[in-house]
């Protein structure tokens, strides 16, 4: 038995519900996903689906965070997050994830090539040049990790970011 036979005998004589007038009767309830179009409406049309978006990106980064350090060492730090705009970038990351469904924080050390992983201890001070948020619609998912014993196991080995003017751009994860 599932949920729908549950109701089966219910019947109003007086509305037809529930009978063979009922215009439900034979319904199905079907999941309409929406476009990019009709979702960037509705996020600038409608106050109540700008809060829904909004509120819970803007709570996760109220607080900040806080770095265990020389305070020098904490100045420096704080100094490059206000320059690469990071709480803004994060903020807005999570927005476009929570709007369409995903999103990703490009960091770019300035070479252009983001084919290969971003080595931390390759990048020097003010290495990082700039912080990008991608959208869901402008990244595909490349080949499929398959091996089990893989950290990355069942996720994309790369990105393809498309629309750009240098043709096809290979992303590491």
């Known amino acids: 038995m599932n949920f729908a036979d549950t109701f089966r005998g219910l019947v109003?004589?007086?509305s037809g519900l529930g009978g063979e007038r009922d215009k439900g009767a034979q319904?199905?309830?079907?999941?309409?996903?929406?476009?990019r179009l009709q979702i960037e409406n509705a996020y600038r049309s409608n106050w109540m689906?700008?809060?829904?978006?909004?509120?819970p990106a803007f709570d996760m980064l109220r607080e900040g965070w806080t770095w265990k350090a020389d305070e020098e060492v904490v100045g420096k730090i704080e100094a490059e997050e206000k320059r690469l705009n990071v709480v803004g970038r994060i903020r807005?990351?999570?927005k476009y994830a929570r709007l369409?469904?995903?999103?990703?924080?490009?960091?770019?050390?300035?070479?252009g090539d983001y084919?290969?992983?971003?080595?931390?201890?390759?990048?020097?001070?003010?290495?990082?040049?700039?912080?990008?948020?991608?959208?869901?619609?402008?990244?595909?998912?490349?080949?499929i990790e398959t091996?089990?014993?893989a950290a990355?196991?069942?996720?994309?080995?790369?990105?393809?970011?498309?629309?750009?003017?240098?043709?096809?751009?290979?992303?590491?994860?």
């Open 12 to 14: 109003n004589k007086m």
């Open 152 to 173: 990355n196991y069942l996720e994309p080995k790369f990105y393809h970011l498309s629309g750009t003017s240098r043709g096809l751009v290979i992303i590491h994860p």
């Open 27 to 35: 319904g199905e309830w079907a999941f309409q996903p929406l476009d």
């Open 92 to 94: 807005e990351a999570l």
């Open 100 to 111: 369409f469904g995903g999103a990703a924080l490009l960091v770019s050390d300035g070479t």
């Open 49 to 55: 689906v700008r809060k829904a978006v909004d509120i």
């Open 147 to 149: 091996d089990p014993l």
């Open 115 to 143: 084919s290969r992983p971003l080595e931390p201890r390759r990048v020097g001070k003010g290495g990082i040049q700039f912080l990008k948020v991608i959208d869901r619609y402008h990244l595909q998912s490349g080949e």
